[in-house]
């Protein structure tokens, strides 16, 4: 009979993924995460394989998180509603840059930047998270459009992609130094140049200051709930 674990699993996989996030995957030693997690490499072995599986573990759960996230902002409604969700979810993106002062960034781009093109498995995982965002972002979109406040003749797909990239290009430049102020002016311009009706004023749309975690209960500084 096999003997019980003798440690929290979740909070090893959580000091794991604090120091691939730290430090990166090709950075991080198995002597590392002995350290931050407190177990010895055997166990460490034992229970989640090599540095590689261990570090797709991590990454799936942060994915999972990041489109949790997501789905907490674009889970669908009224579609009056649809234009306060798009804009509320991309500037809780916004947000999270601002608040990750240690620039560390999203570990879902910080990982697919270091690996994708050779690690399959964080290739598709990667892939597959962009997708079901893509797709919560056209559902709000197609939403909004019902209600009158995107113009019906544009094509939702393109306007989701367009704002998926504006979300993870803020990421990207928010990393590399860029104020919060012209952070938030992107994410207002993205939003400005979604296609009204013909012959409607834009209404103003509010910028939301809450931050979320990733991975629910994680901040940028203190270990997720993704961005």
Known sequence: MARPRAFDEHQVLERAR???????????????????TGLGKGSLYGAFGDKGKLFHRVFDDWCTAVVKVAEGRLAGGPDAEALARLSGYVHLMVENTVSDTERRGCLLAK?????AQHDPTVA???????????????TEISAAQRHGDIDSAADPQQLAALLLTVVRGIEAVGKAG??????????DTALAV???????ERRAS????AREDPLGAITAHDPPDTA
């Open 178 to 187: 860029l104020d919060p102020e012209t952070l938030r002016n992107i994410a």
């Open 194 to 200: 979604l296609p009204l009706p013909e012959g409607q």
């Open 111 to 115: 990982g697919a930047a270091e690996l």
């Open 206 to 209: 509010g910028r939301s200051p």
């Open 124 to 138: 598709g995982r990667s892939a597959e998270t962009m997708t079901a965002l893509l797709a919560l972002l056209r």
């Open 18 to 36: 604090e120091q691939f996030w730290t430090t990166g995957y090709a950075g991080t030693r198995m002597d590392d995460i002995a350290r931050a």
